[in-house]
């Protein structure tokens, strides 16, 4: 898996079985899965044209699953968990009395460890249950006629069950519960530029830390003058053995170590990719290599 966000969309790139809840969804493979922002006065005459319209043009092709929103991407919170990563984007509109009505929260949830296709739509249940949860704690309504969820997942299959006490279902429901509030005051605060992204560090006790390329206390951690757009790569996990290696867990199991890895540290590299953003890992390593020579 590998995500990245234009002016008006998220893109995720892999190889997935997913299951989606949002147009023209149900449960299949698929190599292509976005989330688009459409415009607040959007007539939603054609949902499926329009997701066919936006695949179209970032060449996608058909094998996607789409979702619509009108909250700008920038207001985008991704969250990482282990081998769990979740995208939200959430608003609900006021009403002048403060009375809540219609908007829209959508969710993707990906599993970089295969899951069998029930544990997908129970991994659906899973996030509509947390968004309920964190809504409501919240003082807020318990979600929005056009709310969605994608459960995606690669690799071999590891997951028969995802639900809530489960290791997937558990890491979903913990991002959700953090991701849904975190985007609603995102985008109710305004003057958001860029997405945030969250990681679960169990450093120095269990908890949820905001990534901010600013100010950073730890640079520079592999080299004077890296780049750092990529900080949290979007290729993680690659299992790309020349780039990183399988480490032992906290938790007794394996966690993909790239800690190494600066790939996208080079300055090069990084520009590139951002040119480039559908550029293949291997391309990248090509371009490092050609700029050693």
Sequence with gaps: MRYYTGSDTLFI?????????GIAGGIRN????????????WGHEEPKKEIALIAAAAGAGSDVLGLLTAVPIRNLCVLQYDFITVFVTAGIRQ???????????NIIAYSSEGMEDPA???????????KTEALLAAGRVSGTP????????????????????????RRVRDAILKGVPEALRRYESGGITDPAFFIYSRFQGEHWVEWLPHNCPY??????????DFCYCPF????????????ASSTNGRVWNCSGCTLLHEPAVADYLKEYP????????????????
């Design 219 to 228: 640079y520079p951690c592999h080299f004077a003058g890296q780049a750092c």
């Design 146 to 169: 056009t709310d969605a969820v994608i459960a995606a997942c690669e690799g071999e299959t590891q997951h028969k069950y995802a639900g809530r006490i489960t290791e997937p279902g």
């Design 236 to 247: 993680y996990p690659c299992k790309n053995e020349e780039l990183g290696e399988w480490s």
């Design 95 to 105: 009403e002048p009395a403060g009375e809540s009505r219609a908007g829209t929260i």
């Design 120 to 130: 997908l739509l129970e991994t659906i249940m899973v996030a509509t249950e947390a």
């Design 278 to 293: 559908d550029a293949p890992l291997a391309e990248l390593m090509r371009l490092k290599s050609k700029q050693k020579k």
């Design 30 to 41: 698929a190599t292509t899965l976005f989330n688009h922002t459409v415009p607040a006065d």
């Design 13 to 21: 790139r892999g190889a997935f079985r997913a299951a989606s809840t």
